[in-house]
Nanobody
Framework: QVQLVESGGGLVQAGGSLRLSCAAS????????MGWFRQAPGKEREFVMA????????NYADSVKGRFTISRDNAKSTVYLQMNNLKTEDTAVYYC?????????????????WGRGTQVTISS
């Protein structure tokens, strides 16, 4: 499995921006599609965005359309989640995940490795 460490979370006001990073190690990063999930208090973990191995395709949850962007730098073994126009409902622990697949996964079960998460809190 690949090891994943998220960073970049914090507290921001509604309308603000944050960029999350996820650094991978232990395996060849470009062999993995990457995804971001989030879990709010009292709710189930939900899919946010994903990106294919070489970054050619992405998918996203409707709730973040037009506000969040996923990208990756395979030379740095890092995937990013740029979050703009943040809303209070974006408050959650954000998790990075890796899937050894050529496709574009979106289900939790599709992912093999998970980070420990980073807290994002949006104040009104």
């Amino acid at each position: 499995q690949v090891q994943l460490v998220e960073s970049g979370g914090g507290l921001v006001q509604a309308g603000g921006s944050l960029r999350l990073s996820c650094a991978a190690s232990g395996r060849t990063f470009s062999n993995y599609a990457m995804g971001w999930f989030r879990q709010a208090p009292g709710k189930e973990r939900e899919f946010v965005m994903a990106i294919t191995r070489l970054g050619g395709s992405t998918n996203y949850a409707d709730s973040v359309k037009g506000r969040f962007t996923i990208s990756r730098d395979n030379a740095k073994s890092t995937v990013y989640l740029q979050m703009n126009n943040l809303k209070t409902e974006d408050t959650a622990v954000y998790y990075c995940a890796a899937a050894r697949t050529f496709g574009l996964p979106s289900a939790s079960a599709d992912f093999d490795s998970w980070g420990r998460g980073t807290q994002v809190t949006i104040s009104s």
